[in-house]
């Protein structure tokens, strides 16, 4: 199987580890970027059509202009919302973005498990255990 090639930036440690167990399940080689993306640092993403950011990172049209120039056809954030990337720009230049699927289960879930660390945080911090 010939291996697709990934640039993620902004990759933080536990991210990198995830990236790392599964990349060749899927037959995926990575270049781990700490760094967020910019168009500066767009050359570390060459030979490879796809890149992954997080949403701390605003993906303005210079930065896209730097990706496109250096292969990239595909951006796929680690977030939800795309907000932080000029989609209109992207469309113009023909790259696609991606971003992880909404889940109502996964909201309620995170919002069980907020309250449960609150209420947990709080009781310690009255010297009580919940």
Do not use: W
Request: aromatic letters at 6%.
């Amino acid at each position: 199987m010939e291996k697709t090639g990934i640039t993620i930036y902004g990759c933080e440690k536990d991210e990198a580890d995830m990236f790392r167990r599964y990349s060749p399940h899927y037959g995926v080689e990575l270049t781990i970027m700490k760094s967020a993306v910019s168009a500066e640092n767009a050359a570390l993403a060459s030979g490879n059509c796809c890149i992954s950011v997080n949403h701390k990172t605003e993906i303005d049209l210079s930065t896209l202009r730097a990706l496109k120039e250096n292969g990239v056809a595909y951006i796929s954030t680690r977030s939800i919302g795309c907000n932080h990337i000029d989609i209109e720009a992207a469309e113009k230049l023909g790259i696609t973005i991606g971003n992880v699927a909404y889940s109502p289960a996964s909201v309620a879930d995170f919002d069980v498990d907020t309250h449960v660390y609150t209420k947990c945080k709080v009781g310690f911090m009255q010297g009580r255990r919940p």
